[in-house]
């Protein structure tokens, strides 16, 4: 049986989480778009983001974390395949992999329900925080 880096879990749950997040956003927005009479929507050219100023704020909210998603995170990606490639076997490495994804989909619920800037930025904050550790343990490693 093959074994795999425990650190590839974080990342599969964050790449599904994303997908759930692009499903919520884009049904939300079209949802709203057609509820609020907008009933011309063009087929071809338009972006479900083109929707926004026809719906109301909330209904983007899901939408706009879809985007957040696709942004920082790849950053993650890219610290955790490093991470795995150079044999990263340090448990507090798995903890903040773990906290990053954690406080990613808190923060994805929290923007699309709730949405006050305040604490959803103390959620991207401390994400950022396990993503800066993961960093640094990555360079510590490759340059020691």
């Not at 990342?11 to 057609?34: D, E, H, N, Y």
């Not at 009933?39 to 050219?45: E, L, M, T």
């Not at 994804?101 to 923007?111: A, D, E, K, P």
């Not at 305040?118 to 020691?144: K, N, P």
Request: charged share 15%; hydrophobic share 55%; glycine share 8%.
């Amino acid at each position: 049986m093959v074994e795999y880096s425990a650190l590839l879990g974080p990342v599969i749950v964050l790449v599904a989480w994303t997908m759930v997040m692009l499903f919520w956003g884009v049904g939300k927005s079209v949802g709203a778009a057609r509820r609020s009479g907008l009933k011309d929507i063009p087929a071809k050219g338009t972006r479900v983001r083109d929707l926004e100023p026809h719906i109301d704020a909330a209904a983007a909210w899901p939408r706009q974390n879809y985007e957040h998603l696709v942004e920082q995170p790849t950053l993650f990606y890219a610290i955790v395949f490093a991470l795995v490639a150079m044999g990263d076997d340090l448990q507090l490495n798995l903890w903040l992999a773990w906290g990053y994804v954690g406080l990613r989909i808190i923060h994805s619920i929290y923007q699309s329900t709730v949405n006050v800037g305040r604490v959803r930025g103390l959620f991207f904050v401390l994400s950022t925080l396990c993503l800066i550790g993961l960093v640094l343990h990555a360079a510590i490693r490759f340059f020691h």
